[in-house]
Every structure is written in structure tokens, then in C-alpha cells.
């Protein structure tokens, strides 16, 4: 199976172990990522500004490109996805908006037409469990896993249509996958302080520590997040527990972790 | 040739807002056979019936075809008018301009060419009509009440009361449903049992009905006035007509830990038990799961203790046969799983609970002889939040709940922080809502005292998640009045959780072939003038299985149900559907396929004589339908591949003519 796969900026440098290590556990699980050629930024933040298309071309273009190849397209980071998804739906039910960003476009029309799932949609929906399963060769037994949400990958629920956005079970259902235990605690789906923290490093302290205490009192060894930003805030706020990256866990238990350091 | 009057209906502005109904009775006026045409504002009023019966005798009419609503809401109404005025009430045809044509039309072109065209196709079938007689069957004078909750038990009493039999179905061990676990009932604050036991006592004590508890409806064959019904009484292992219901047994069983349903699994039972002290039949009852003599045969405790020898180890299942004219459905609710709704904690907390067993921890027969204790350290909750709403109103892309109003929970959440802050006037009590609504006598008046009297806190606004905190409850909300994010801190977290209605109806809805919406509530036969009757004859709804209901709306509906059931028991005969299917010898070649595709099972084949053209004789196996039991449905008329079968009043070549006046 081939998808087309958007990467975008930041795990091209900061959180180069979520893009890798999503390639990696893909092509165990059978799934081949083929990277768009020239994709640009997603658009950083899906703006809900009436007028606003420039930010959201990009997005479109990654789109159209996963069509002409008659893929899906495959995401990993929760905000490229949130934007990605957002900008689709928008093509698909806004025709006002979807009117200027086709005048914008050299070729043909784009009316939302491609298929987005982001990586644990993939696993969950077209990899499934069993798959992972079978594939494990490390199973993280006795590992005590809080799976970290954050907010843009549930919400708003109405578009990202993923998982119930107050109870979710994604990410806890591929921790049981891999033989671990998933720790569910409360904050799991609550904010992480965002970009609130170039101007109020405070409140986004506040946010990240609300989480991670939450975690741990759950009595949590790791936090694992599909997140840039998330880990960001976390680590930043001096959260006392490691937290890791869904896919780099995913490759631990399957085997395809380079880094022997634990 | 018939002469055939046509009378359009305006509907008030219904049809006549979106179709020329003038144009209709014009253009219909040049239809083959018409030779009468008129329109009227309200066609199924006196003076428009009036009008039809003097169009009759004036034209000398053999056949009428009414343009207006759905046949469903007024086909009897003309046939009356139709045999009123001497014609054979099956030469009526109605052409449905409204449902299926002025209501999804938008403009009046559109809308008049498609009345005309419904029109010439409903006067094309007249004019192939014959005169119908129907057949009579009779009733068998006995009424099934399934379900023995409040709803089954009061629909039972007002039968019983008219002086027909009545069996009451109910699948737990005693009848009394979800009103033997309430503590008070809303407005007046009446205790439940109260006003429920004396009831299911009457029920006991009257000859006319009969209760078969723990037992449930396997089958129903038959139709309206004759259903036959089997019933399993499910193995109790004691002998209902021995047991004195003395409790004995049920003091002395070793096994202990059986969770106890009544009270919602707060506490525990024995593997003999009576569910309360005041059960109809008060019968013991084992839980098969837990009994060690049943399990590995090592105990046998109750019947060493039974004095009255009603313990009965090798009892089985039976089914019992039985015929009734009428089927009353009170198949009742249940709240809903807390399972997707854990971000309000109700598997991580114990004191995260639910309003049906907040309702067991007040009550004085509960699992805390009616002391409010919180189920985690049996300590006194000093603030205690309610939270409206889990699971009601959802949205329709959430999938873990309900897009109706369960009805009931503003009521009782009332009444729960009104009865605290009366026992327990230290304790805090707060109810988050997204609308309180309390339309009903005396509702709203009641709701008022327990904000103005009682002081309890209403606050406008959802729980997004409550987070167990050491002995604490963390309750985060939205304020939406005051614009703010809430934190408050809670000792129990009561949950008004919505209801559906109980899984046992969605397999009965189909053993009755009675129909059901999309959140299971069963149908009734119209939303506004027939509320307790289910569109299949015979089959009536009384309670919480036609949807949410309390319990002064549920005894109305209770008793609206008998009284049709009366109405229906009181009757000899039956008049049948005459159009049922009919096959033609000749033609027939008894193949069986419309045997094998009838629901109904009306078809059977018989050996037949048949005279041939040179004297001689032979037999044939032929196909022959009981029109009693057939319903008219027409699967083997379509089946059948000699065309054989034909339905009266649907005949093939009446259905071909419409489809000829539609596509000329």
C-alpha cells in the first residue's frame, strides 16, 4: 500500500524522530510513506479569519498533489494535520472560499476531493491492531504509558471526526497494541499552553505541568504525544517524566529503533 | 365504464400553498371516466364529506378519487363517507398531494404538474377497482401486557378493571420496574413505593390477570384479534406455587457476594434471593452464575432450609403457548453506559455515580438504609454536584450519545438537590444545566423551591471533565452567564445520565413486525392522534418504550392503552383487510416460491381437481391463501413466476395502469 506523506517544517529538523521513525514503522507495518516533492509549510495555524486563503494555498497544494497521484494523504504531526484537515473541509463545504483559492491555482479544480488520515488513523483504520500486533518483536510489557492528546488533534471535533475529543482512546488502544499499559488520566486532552508560550511562558508552565503532574500521579513512566509543540511545552516546563514521541515508541516495540541507549 | 367523481383538497394552505389545486380539478376533469370535478378547502370536514355524498347521488358515482394527504391519515375517513353514500367503500382512491408532493415542492408549476400527475394515476386504478367485502375473524377475548413496570402494571389494572384477562410478561423476578427503585416521585414528593406497592399487590390479588415473572416473549405468530404468543418462563429453580416467600432461604446462603442489581451493584446479594420485601410474586429466586449447588453441585443450603420444599435444583426452561387479541408493549428504559463518558470519571471514581443510584443511596431500603453516603469511605458528602444532561441533546457528530431530551432529568436532579439540602442542610449542593425545563403541573413551581427555598446552586453551563483528586472531586466547568472557567471541588459527582430504551425491545419490535425509530423508541400509529397504538393492528405502547416519559404522563399513556385494548376486546368479530392476495388456479403451478417469501406464513398448497377440456380429470398441486392471516403485503405477487397471484384492490394491471398514467 503507497500513501502520499506531508512531513512538514518541524520534523524536518526539531523533531526529526517523529518523521523517521513514522517512515521506519511503516514500511514493517507494510505501508509504503511516498513524501510529496516541493511541499511547503502546512500554514502553521488553520486561521478562522474570513479572508484569509494565502496561508491556506500550501495546504491545498499538498492536497492536489496527493490527488494527481491518486493517494491518500498520510500526516503525522497533530497541528500540519489539524491545519491539513481543516483546510479540506473547508474546500469541501465553503464554496465561497473554495472559489478564491481555485482563481489562486494554475491547474485544475480542488474541491477537497483527497482522502486525509493522520499516522494513528492509519494504523488504527487501515493497518488495524492485529497488524501491529503480529508485527511486534519488543512488546513494552509492564511499560506504564500516558498517552498525551493535546487539543488539535481531537478538535474541532465536527472536521477532525478522529475520536470522541473528551474521551479518546486512539492512542491508548496502539499502546495496548504493543503490549504496554496505557495510563489513562484526566488532563490527557487538555492544552499544553501552545504558542501562548512566546508571550506568557507562565501560563503555558501552568498549562504543561497541569498535564504532566496529571500523568504522573497516574503513575505514568512516559508521556508519548504526536506533537512537536506538546513535547515542546512539556520538556520546557520541566516535566519530570520523559516524553517521547508515538512513533518512536511504535519503533521500540517493533523493532526498528537505531538509538540502543535504554 | 365507471363514473368516477374527483375531489381536490386545499388542505387549508397545505396543498394549496404549493399546488393550483382549481388546475388540478380542471385538468383532471378530461381523465377518462370523470365525470365530476371539485376542489374544497378541508375535504375530510363535515361539509366536505357533504360535498362528496351529494356529488354521489347527483352524478350517480361508481368511483371517487380524493387528491389530498397520505392514505395513511384519511383513506378510512372517505371510505366511511364513500359507503355513507352507498358505494362500496374500496372504490375510493386517494392521489397523496401532500406528503408526497405540496410538502417537498417548493414552487407551484412543479407542484401542480405532480398533482396531476398523482391524480391520473389514482383515476386510472379506479377505474379497474371492484367492489370489496371484507372477511370477519374472530377475537380471542385475553390481552398481553409485556413489560410489569408502572406502564404494564396500570395498563393490566384498567383491563382487568373492564372485565378481560390479562397476562402480565415481565423478565425479572418481580413486576414494579424502575419505580420499585425510586425513593419519591417529582412534583409532590410522594415516596414511590407507597403509591407503587399497593398497585402491584392489586395486581397480585386480581383473578383476572395472571404475572409470569422472569419469563419473556419468544414468539408471536397471528394478527390483530388472534396472536399466538410463546412464552419462556426461565428456570427460577423454585416452585413458584410452593414458595411462601418466607426469606429463609435467603438468610442462609453461603454465597454472599452476588452483586445485587436491585441496588444498581452497590451492594450485594445472596445466590437465593427476592429482590425488595415488598416483590409481586414474593417468590425466591437463584442467580444460576453464583450457586455453588448448581455450579458443582456442592451445597443445597436453601432447600435443607425451605420448610415449604419449593427448592427445585433440576428445574428447566419452559414455554408456554398462549392466544391473545391485543399485545401491549412496556418494555420500559434504562439509563445509558457511563462507559464513553469517561471524562466525567464514573470508572476511576466510586463516588462519580449515577441519578438512578443516587436514587437507591436515599432510599430508605437501599444499600445505606437511605443515608446519603458517599460509596467510597461511607463519609458524608459535604458538597455534592449534579451534572445535567450526560448523554442527552448530544450533537449529532459525537456518537456516544443522544440527540433527544431524556424529559426526566431536570426534574428528578430537582428533586435530589431539594430533598439533600432538606435532610442535610449543611451539605453544598450545585446542578450544572444547559437549559432547565420543567413544563408539566406544578414542574416549574417546583423547580423554583429548590433554587429560592432550598439554596441549591444552578449554574448555567457544561462539565467538560471531573478528575478524582485524592478523596476529592475536581468538577472543571463553564459558568456560560458569567463568561468564566470554573474548578470546584466535590465529594460526589452525580450524573443525570440519559435513557434509551431497553434492549429487549429492538428484537421484540421485530417479532412483532412493529416499528421503531432510530434511537429504538417504538412508533406509534401518528405522532399526534393515535399516540398509543403501534402502526400494527393489535399492538398497542404504553410508557417509556414509545419514548421518554415520567410517571404521571406514563400512568395517562397506561391507561389511553388499556382503553384501546378495551375497545378492541369488546368487539365479536374483527372486519379484515379484504385486499389480500388471492392466487389463480389455473394459472398457479405450485412451484412454492411465494410460500417460501410469505412473512405471514398465509400460503399453503393444497391437491386440487381440476377438470380437463377432454373430460378427463386431474390433480394439480395448487397454492391457497387464508385471508385471515394475510396482510396484503404483496411479496408473492411479485414472486410469482406465472403471475398467478394477484392482490385485490393492488391487482397487477391496476399498479400497470398507474404507472401508464403516470409516464403518458
Known amino acids: 500500500m503507497k500513501f502520499s506523506y506531508f512531513p512538514g517544517c518541524t520534523l524536518k529538523n526539531k523533531a526529526k524522530d517523529l518523521d523517521n521513525y513514522a517512515r521506519k514503522c511503516a514500511e514493517v507495518l507494510g505501508v509504503t510513506l511516498e513524501e510529496i516533492e516541493n511541499w511547503q509549510c502546512c500554514g502553521g495555524v488553520f486561521t478562522t479569519a474570513k479572508d484569509e486563503v494565502a496561508t491556506k494555498l500550501s495546504s491545498v497544494r499538498i492536497l492536489k498533489d496527493a490527488l494527481k497521484k491518486e493517494q491518500a494523504l498520510v500526516t503525522v504531526c497533530s497541528a500540519c494535520h489539524n491545519v491539513v484537515k481543516q483546510t479540506n473541509y473547508a474546500m469541501q463545504n465553503d464554496k465561497e472560499f473554495a472559489g478564491k483559492v481555485n482563481r489562486y491555482m494554475a491547474e485544475d479544480e480542488y474541491n477537497g476531493e483527497t482522502q486525509i488520515y493522520h499516522y494513528l488513523e492509519l494504523i488504527r483504520d487501515v493497518i488495524g491492531y492485529d497488524k501491529v500486533k503480529e508485527c511486534t518483536v519488543n512488546p513494552l510489557a509492564g511499560k506504564k504509558i500516558a498517552a498525551y492528546y493535546g487539543c488539535l488533534l481531537l478538535r474541532p471535533n465536527s472536521v477532525m471526526r478522529m475520536d470522541d475529543p473528551e474521551n479518546p482512546s486512539i492512542i491508548e488502544d496502539l499502546i495496548r497494541a504493543i503490549g504496554a499499559e496505557a495510563v489513562v488520566y484526566p488532563y490527557r486532552n487538555e492544552c499544553c499552553g501552545g504558542y501562548v508560550r512566546l508571550e506568557d511562558a507562565k501560563l503555558s508552565d501552568k498549562k504543561s505541568n497541569a498535564v504532566s503532574e496529571s500523568a504522573k500521579k497516574a503513575g505514568a513512566d512516559v508521556i508519548v504525544t504526536a506533537c512537536p509543540l506538546c513535547k515542546y511545552n512539556l520538556e520546557k516546563s520541566g516535566c519530570e517524566i520523559p516524553v517521547v514521541y508515538i512513533t518512536e515508541l511504535l519503533a521500540e516495540a517493533l523493532g526498528v529503533k537505531e538509538d540502543t541507549n535504554e | ?664
Open chain 2, 1 to 664: 365504464m365507471q363514473r368516477i367523481g374527483v375531489f381536490v383538497c386545499w388542505c387549508g394552505t397545505n396543498i394549496a400553498g404549493t399546488v393550483d389545486v382549481v388546475a388540478v380539478a380542471e385538468a383532471l376533469k378530461k381523465e377518462p371516466g370523470v365525470v365530476f370535478s371539485d376542489n374544497y378547502q378541508y375535504m375530510c370536514s363535515q361539509a366536505g364529506q357533504d360535498l362528496i355524498k351529494a356529488a354521489v347521488k347527483e352524478h350517480n358515482l361508481t368511483g371517487i378519487v380524493v387528491c389530498s394527504c397520505s392514505p395513511r391519515m384519511h383513506e378510512a375517513t372517505f371510505r366511511k363517507t364513500a359507503a355513507a353514500a352507498g358505494l362500496n367503500p374500496y372504490m375510493v382512491e386517494i392521489a397523496n398531494i401532500r406528503e408526497q408532493c405540496s410538502w417537498v415542492h417548493k414552487d407551484v408549476p412543479t407542484g401542480t404538474e405532480k398533482a396531476i400527475i398523482l391524480g391520473k394515476a389514482a383515476v386510472a386504478k379506479v377505474n379497474l377497482n371492484v367492489p370489496l367485502t371484507p372477511g370477519e375473524s374472530p377475537v380471542t377475548k385475553r390481552a398481553l401486557v409485556i413489560g410489569g413496570g408502572i406502564a404494564g402494571i396500570q395498563t393490566a389494572l384498567d383491563i382487568a378493571d373492564a372485565g378481560f384477562e390479562v397476562d402480565i410478561v415481565e423478565k425479572k423476578p418481580t413486576i414494579g420496574g424502575k419505580m420499585a427503585q425510586l425513593d419519591k416521585t417529582f412534583p409532590t414528593l410522594d415516596c414511590a413505593a407507597c403509591i407503587l406497592t399497593p398497585k402491584m399487590v392489586d395486581v397480585a390479588q386480581n383473578e383476572k390477570i395472571r404475572i409470569f415473572s422472569y419469563s419473556e416473549v419468544t414468539e408471536v405468530k397471528g394478527f390483530v384479534g388472534n396472536f399466538d404468543v410463546t412464552i419462556k418462563k426461565k428456570a427460577r429453580y423454585v416452585k413458584e406455587e410452593l414458595c411462601t416467600g418466607c426469606g429463609a432461604c435467603t438468610e442462609k446462603c453461603p454465597m454472599k457476594k452476588v452483586p445485587n442489581d436491585f441496588n444498581l451493584n452497590m451492594d450485594t446479594k445472596r445466590a437465593i434471593y427476592i429482590p425488595f420485601a415488598q416483590a409481586v410474586p414474593k417468590v425466591a429466586t437463584i442467580d444460576a452464575d453464583y450457586c455453588n449447588m448448581l455450579k458443582n453441585g456442592k451445597c443445597g443450603v436453601c432447600s435443607k432450609v425451605c420448610a415449604a420444599g419449593a427448592i427445585d435444583y433440576t428445574q428447566k426452561d419452559e414455554f408456554i403457548s398462549e392466544k391473545y387479541g391485543a399485545i401491549v408493549v412496556a418494555t420500559g428504559f434504562n439509563p445509558i453506559s457511563m462507559d464513553k463518558f469517561d471524562e466525567f470519571a464514573y470508572n476511576q471514581s466510586k463516588d462519580v455515580i449515577t441519578s438512578l443510584e443516587f436514587e437507591r443511596l436515599t432510599n430508605a431500603a437501599g444499600p445505606t438504609a437511605g443515608k446519603l453516603l458517599r460509596p467510597s469511605d461511607g463519609k458524608h458528602p459535604e458538597k455534592i454536584v449534579f451534572v445535567q444532561c450526560v448523554g442527552s441533546r448530544c450533537d449529532a457528530c459525537n456518537e456516544k450519545g443522544k440527540e433527544y431530551c431524556s424529559k426526566i432529568c431536570c426534574m428528578y436532579t430537582a428533586k435530589h438537590a431539594m430533598l439533600t439540602r432538606d435532610k442535610y442542610p449543611d451539605t453544598d449542593v450545585t446542578v450544572f444545566y444547559i437549559d432547565v425545563r420543567t413544563p408539566g403541573k406544578n414542574f416549574d413551581e417546583f423547580y423554583r423551591r429548590a433554587v429560592e427555598e432550598y439554596g441549591v446552586h444552578y449554574i448555567k453551563g457544561m462539565v467538560g471533565k471531573v478528575i478524582p483528586d485524592g478523596d476529592k472531586l475536581i468538577v472543571q466547568a463553564s459558568d456560560l452567564i458569567a463568561g468564566k472557567q470554573l474548578k470546584i471541588d466535590a465529594d460526589l459527582v452525580v450524573l443525570a445520565a440519559a435513557i434509551e430504551p431497553d434492549k429487549s425491545a429492538r428484537p421484540l419490535a421485530t417479532m412483532l413486525t412493529a416499528s421503531m425509530d432510530t434511537n429504538d423508541f417504538f412508533t406509534e400509529a401518528h405522532p399526534k392522534l393515535r399516540p398509543v397504538e403501534s402502526p400494527t393492528a393489535g399492538v398497542f405502547l404504553s410508557g417509556a418504550c414509545q419514548g421518554p416519559k415520567d410517571i404521571p404522563e406514563t400512568v395517562a399513556q397506561a391507561g389511553a392503552a388499556a382503553s384501546k385494548v378495551i375497545g378492541l376486546l369488546a368487539k365479536d368479530k374483527l372486519t379484515g383487510n379484504p385486499c389480500v392476495a388471492q392466487s389463480n388456479e389455473m394459472m398457479c403451478n405450485g412451484c412454492s416460491t411465494c410460500e417460501r417469501v410469505c412473512p405471514y406464513g398465509a400460503i399453503t398448497y393444497e391437491d386440487k381437481e381440476f377438470r380437463m377440456p377432454d373430460r378427463s380429470t386431474l390433480i394439480r398441486r395448487v397454492a391457497s391463501v387464508n385471508p385471515a392471516v394475510c396482510q396484503g403485503c404483496g411479496c408473492c405477487t411479485v414472486a410469482c413466476p406465472s403471475g398467478a397471484m394477484d392482490l385485490k384492490g393492488f391487482a397487477s394491471e391496476q399498479i400497470i395502469a398507474e404507472v401508464d398514467a403516470i409516464c403518458k
